[in-house]
C-alpha cells in the first residue's frame, strides 16, 4: 500500500473519537477500552462502521491503550497481544465486508509510564511492550500503524522505532500533543516540533503529525509548521472542543460545522490526512467529508 500515492490523489480522511462513542454505547468510567474488542466485539465494530459510513478513508483500532504495560493497570497485561489482535480483526472485518478500498490504523498510544529523569521506566521494556503491540496488530491485517497523543520524545522514538521493525514494510505514522506555548508550540514535556519532526523521521516515521490537546483553530497554525518540517506533508486531527462535565456526561461544544470549517482547510496548507481527535463523533467527520467536496 503506497500511503503517499493515495494522499496525492486526495486528501485523506481519518476517523473522530473513539472514547467518546464507546461511551455513547454504555462504555463506563474504570473499564478497559481495548477489553471491549473481546466482550463488546460487536459495538466496537459499529463504531468503526459508523466512522467508515462517515466517509473516512481509514480508522483507527480500539487499541490507544493495548501496550502490556499500560494494560496492567487493568490485570490484563498477559492479554495484550489478543486484545490487540481483536482490535484490528474487528476494524478489517468491517472494512473488508461493507467497505474495501479503506484502511485501518493499528493504533498505538503512551505507555503511561516515563523514562528518566521523569521516571524509571527502562526504555527496552518500552519497546518491548510496543514491539509486542505492534506485531499483534500487524498478524491481524492493519494496513498502516499510527503511533499517537505522544509527549515525551524519548518514548515516542522508542515507539516509533518498535513499530517500524513489526511494521512489515507498513507505513509507520507518528503524532505527538502540542499546545500553543510561549516559544512556539510544545508538548507537556516541552518537545518543540523542531525537535519531534526529524528525530522520528530518523526513527522511520513516514510522516509525523499532531493530535489532541487542542480544538480546529489553533491546530491550523501548527499544520504549516509541521508541513514545512516534514517537507511538505503532515497530518493533523484536534479535538472537537474543550471537554467539560454536565450532570456527569462528559460534553464536546464544538459543532460539526465549525469543526469541518477549519479542518478542511488543514490540506491546503500541507496536512495530507485529516481527521478529529477527543470528542469527535461521525457527525463531524461526515461534514469535513462534505467541506472536502466528498
Not at 121 to 148: C, H, T, Y
Not at 180 to 187: E, L, N, S
Request: aromatic share 6%.
Amino acid at each position: 500500500m503506497d500511503l503517499l500515492a493515495r494522499i496525492a490523489e486526495r486528501p485523506q480522511l481519518l476517523d473522530g473519537g473513539l472514547g467518546l462513542a464507546l461511551m455513547a454505547r454504555g462504555f463506563a468510567a474504570g473499564e478497559c477500552p481495548e477489553e471491549w474488542n473481546a466482550s463488546h466485539p460487536a459495538e466496537v465494530a459499529d463504531i468503526h462502521r459508523s466512522f467508515y459510513a462517515a466517509g473516512s478513508d481509514m480508522v483507527n483500532t480500539n487499541t490507544f491503550g493495548g501496550t502490556a504495560l499500560r494494560l496492567e493497570a487493568h490485570g490484563l497485561s498477559a492479554r495484550a497481544f489478543e486484545l490487540n489482535e481483536a482490535g484490528a480483526r474487528l476494524a478489517v472485518d468491517v472494512r473488508d465486508c461493507e467497505f474495501p478500498g479503506r484502511l485501518v490504523a493499528g493504533d498505538i498510544g503512551p505507555s503511561g509510564r516515563m523514562v528518566k529523569p521523569m521516571g524509571d521506566a527502562d526504555p527496552e521494556a518500552l519497546r518491548a511492550s510496543f514491539f509486542e503491540q505492534a506485531a499483534a496488530l500487524v498478524a491481524a491485517g492493519v494496513d498502516l500503524l499510527n503511533v499517537e497523543t505522544m509527549f515525551d520524545l524519548v518514548e515516542a522514538r522508542v515507539a516509533v522505532e518498535a513499530a517500524v521493525a513489526a511494521a512489515g514494510g507498513r507505513p509507520v505514522l507518528a503524532s505527538l500533543a502540542f499546545k500553543p506555548a510561549a516559544k512556539g508550540y510544545r508538548t507537556m514535556m516541552g518537545v518543540s516540533p523542531e525537535q519531534a519532526v526529524p528525530a522520528l523521521l530518523e526513527a522511520g516515521a513516514a510522516i509525523v503529525g499532531c493530535n489532541c490537546e487542542i480544538t480546529a483553530e489553533p491546530m491550523a497554525v501548527l499544520v504549516p509548521i509541521l508541513a514545512e518540517l516534514n517537507g511538505g506533508i503532515t497530518y493533523a486531527q484536534p479535538n472537537a472542543g474543550q471537554p467539560r462535565l454536565e450532570n456527569g456526561v462528559t460534553i464536546y461544544d464544538e459543532t460539526p460545522e465549525h469543526f469541518a470549517r477549519f479542518v478542511s482547510a488543514y490540506p491546503a496548507a500541507g496536512a495530507g490526512i485529516v481527521g478529529g481527535c477527543c470528542g469527535t463523533p461521525p457527525e463531524s467527520i461526515a461534514a469535513l467529508a462534505a467541506a472536502l467536496g466528498r
